[in-house]
């Protein structure tokens, strides 16, 4: 207990006073967000704050964990490393959606050749139990790097991936703190310690952004961190024995890996890169509702929330009927958002289409008037 609460506030003592300092060399260096038609924000915004959670997360998980207690974490730091370099090099210089790519599969092939992170059972799941070497490692190669992907796509609005983040690290801390999992308990913790600090930061008005090396970093932790939980829950004698932990796992991640996999298969549907930048992501659906950055944060964040509430409550029901469930519950969620969204269009079309009549009726009152005079 002692480890996980060091690791907690010493990433947040120094990702908190990293952050100022970051700050002040970007506006000297002018290290900004440039905003274009994509970008919510007008205003130029430093992009580094991701390297203020790395340097926190990184220094108390290493500090922290137990002698590795068993587990091959340096793998697990090597990969970190890897994600990190990519994300500081997009953030300053860009790089090819290719090379991203290329780089995310080579840091989750360490994690799964290396590190032991795989999933080599589906517990059921679409009939699948065992799975064979190869088709596992392929599965968790597309898995890493799809949730790798969903903290990145998903970070849109100030506080949005900060809080999603922080939400399912706290959630798989406290399992693994409880199942006795302490080096995976203190992976969560730390990097939650340093998203609390970087929030702080965050929260509107932003005075800096994580950029693609703390979205990046978020989902690469969070993914090792489900795969693990998968593996360890369904077991009969786990601590805490959870018997859709499949579902589950997805139901901890139900926001950013939705959108994900909404947003990539309606990219692919209509014949576009899975990673092409567009507006379709649920966070610019509820701005389109006008609704402040606070509110969609709290509405994403409350919806991850309830589903996950679901899926523990009716776990019971199996892997297949829950997936079913969190499927339509996410479904109803987005169908409600474009539900109000064309109302809401139809009421300004109907809006402005009264006022240009009323405008209308008054142009032609007072060319009459004026011909009645002139008569």
Do not use: W
């Not at 990433?11 to 994509?38: C, G, H, M, N, V």
């Not at 995976?184 to 952004?209: D, E, M, Q, R, V």
């Not at 950029?211 to 786990?238: C, E, H, M, R, W």
Request: charged share 10%.
């Amino acid at each position: 207990m002692n480890h996980i609460l060091v690791s907690v506030v010493l990433s947040f003592i120094i990702t908190f006073f990293a952050i100022p300092i970051i700050i002040q060399i970007a506006k000297e260096k002018k290290l900004f967000d440039e905003p274009d038609e994509r970008k919510i924000h007008k205003a130029v915004i430093p992009t580094l704050g991701g390297l203020g959670i790395f340097s926190g997360f990184m220094l108390a998980f290493l500090l922290c964990v137990p002698s590795f207690n068993g587990t091959d974490v340096q793998y697990f730091v090597a990969s970190f490393f890897i994600i990190f370099l990519l994300g500081i090099k997009d953030d300053i210089l860009i790089i090819s959606p290719t090379k991203k790519f290329i780089g995310q599969l080579i840091a989750a092939f360490i994690i799964i050749k290396f590190g032991g992170i795989q999933i080599n059972n589906m517990y059921g799941f679409m009939g699948i139990y065992h799975i064979p070497d190869f088709a596992a490692t392929i599965l968790s190669l597309f898995t890493i790097v799809v949730i790798t992907n969903s903290f990145n796509l998903i970070d849109g609005v100030d506080g949005l991936a900060g809080s999603l983040g922080l939400f399912c690290t706290i959630i798989f801390g406290c399992y693994f703190y409880y199942s006795g999992h302490y080096t995976f308990s203190i992976l969560s913790f730390a990097l939650a310690g340093s998203l609390i600090s970087f929030l702080i930061y965050n929260y509107p008005p932003a005075k800096i952004f994580m950029g693609d090396t703390g979205s990046l970093l978020i989902g690469i932790v969070n993914s090792i961190l489900v795969i693990k939980f998968i593996n360890v829950a369904q077991l009969p004698d786990a601590k805490l024995h959870l018997s859709s932990s499949p579902a589950i796992g997805f139901a901890i991640l139900a926001v950013p890996l939705f959108d994900t996999l909404r947003v990539f298969a309606i990219r692919i549907f209509f014949g576009r890169s899975p990673f092409s930048p567009d507006r379709n992501h649920i966070h610019h659906l509820l701005l389109d509702l006008n609704l402040s950055h606070i509110a969609t944060t709290l509405i994403c964040l409350t919806a991850n929330i309830i589903v996950l509430f679901i899926a523990v409550a009716f776990q019971d029901l199996g892997n297949n009927i829950l997936m079913i469930i969190i499927f339509l519950l996410s479904s109803c969620f987005l169908g409600a958002i474009h539900l109000i969204g064309k109302n809401k269009k139809k009421k300004i079309i109907s809006n402005d289409f009264s006022e240009n009549q009323i405008l209308n009726n008054k142009q032609v009152f007072s060319l009459y008037s004026e011909n009645i005079e002139i008569d």
